[in-house]
Nanobody, 121 residues
Framework: QVQLVESGGGLVQAGGSLRLSCVASGRILNINVMDWYRQAPGKQRELVASINSGGNINYGESVKGRVSVSRDNAKNAVFLQLNGLKSDDTAVYYC???????????????WGQGTQVTVSS
């Protein structure tokens, strides 16, 4: 059983910053890609940032220039630095990992439970 746990969300004023963390645990063999998604009330879930095991990064158009993603492969962790936050950034932020395990070497996607980010104007 693999588990992803996000942390670092909270309430922040517009223009402020937050750093989100996500740690994967379990009988993990290899993590290929780690992503951050977000979902605001009444909206579809959208990609915020993606980073693969080689360090290649993609950012969602709505956050480019304001976010930075990084990962620590040794700790099975991914981080999201959010800067210049706006009210439109208010959402639940989810971590996703595409990985395989010691038990099952087929790639699978695992989601965290999400962490709430609320930006007050």
């Amino acid at each position: 059983q693999v588990q992803l746990v996000e942390s670092g969300g909270g309430l922040v004023q517009a223009g402020g910053s937050l750093r989100l963390s996500c740690v994967a645990s379990g009988r993990i063999l290899n993590i290929n890609v780690m992503d951050w998604y977000r979902q605001a009330p009444g909206k579809q879930r959208e990609l915020v940032a993606s980073i693969n095991s080689g360090g290649n990064i993609n950012y969602g158009e709505s956050v480019k220039g304001r976010v930075s993603v990084s990962r620590d492969n040794a700790k099975n962790a991914v981080f999201l630095q959010l800067n210049g936050l706006k009210s439109d950034d208010t959402a639940v932020y989810y971590c996703r990992a595409t990985l395989n395990t010691i038990v099952d070497q087929r790639l699978q996607s695992v989601w965290g439970q999400g962490t709430q980010v609320t930006v007050s104007s």
